[in-house]
């Protein structure tokens, strides 16, 4: 069995389901992904998502969905995002986690202070509930680990990891998991591999970040949570596991995150 920890099932490429979410799903099925959680970025993606997740969960396949502001919003949107906002609308037994929110330098650095502020927001709306966070770090970890630390989060995933080991090191000190998206079966992403090596494996998780991303040998393709199995694949081979044991840990692992305060 596998877990997607991160997809945005409400963005996927569909073309070759003629346009039916419910060939992705049955894709889903097919590659043993039983659990997966739907990303939200806005809150006008909201409905959307959460209409997903009604729809398509059922014994084969258990979906959730997360509650955030994508620090690559506009100003608006991520001011958007009160304590009290994220609260009321994480609130219910379908939204699993808090975000996807955190600091993205690498797009615009104008908007430095709404970001730090929305994801201390953020952060307190996790606290009140106990739901993990989503963390999206891109060109701004000494940033994202001093407000977390400052905060004190200790409670989420680093989604999408693409830093060294030695920041890997410094969120799993926090208590945070690290979760690898198609980036790590990547040629170039040595850095990447070295910290997916180093990583005890009880605090690791799995993602395709679709329609983002895709894991080799499906890079350039539109990804889809079917493909996660090659991140696990990826995994297991600097890990020196089997696919299965992989896909078994990180399941067990993210099952154990959402479990961590209730």
Sequence with gaps: MFTD???HLNRLDLSKYDGQLAGAIDAMKAANVTRAMAIMCDFAEYDDIANIISTYSDQ???????????????ISVLQS?????????????HVWAIGETGLDYYWSTENKREQQASLARHIH?????????IIHMREAKEDTIDILKAEGAEHGIIHCFTEDWET???ALDLGFYISFSGIVSFKSAQMIKEAAQNMPMDRVLIETDSPYLAP????????EPAFVPYVAQCIADLQKLS????????????????????
């Design 216 to 223: 080799v040998p499906k890079r350039g393709k539109p990804n």
């Design 60 to 74: 084969q396949l258990e979906l959730g969905m997360s509650v955030g502001i994508h620090p690559c919003e506009d």
């Design 81 to 93: 995002a009160s304590v009290e906002r994220l609260v009321d609308n994480a609130s219910h037994d």
């Design 125 to 133: 709306a996790s606290q009140q509930l106990k739901k993990p966070l």
């Design 5 to 7: 920890s991160h997809c």
């Design 243 to 262: 696919v299965e044991e992989v896909g078994a840990i990180t399941t067990k692992n993210f099952v154990n995150l959402l479990a961590q305060y209730h």
């Design 168 to 170: 890997a090191k410094k």
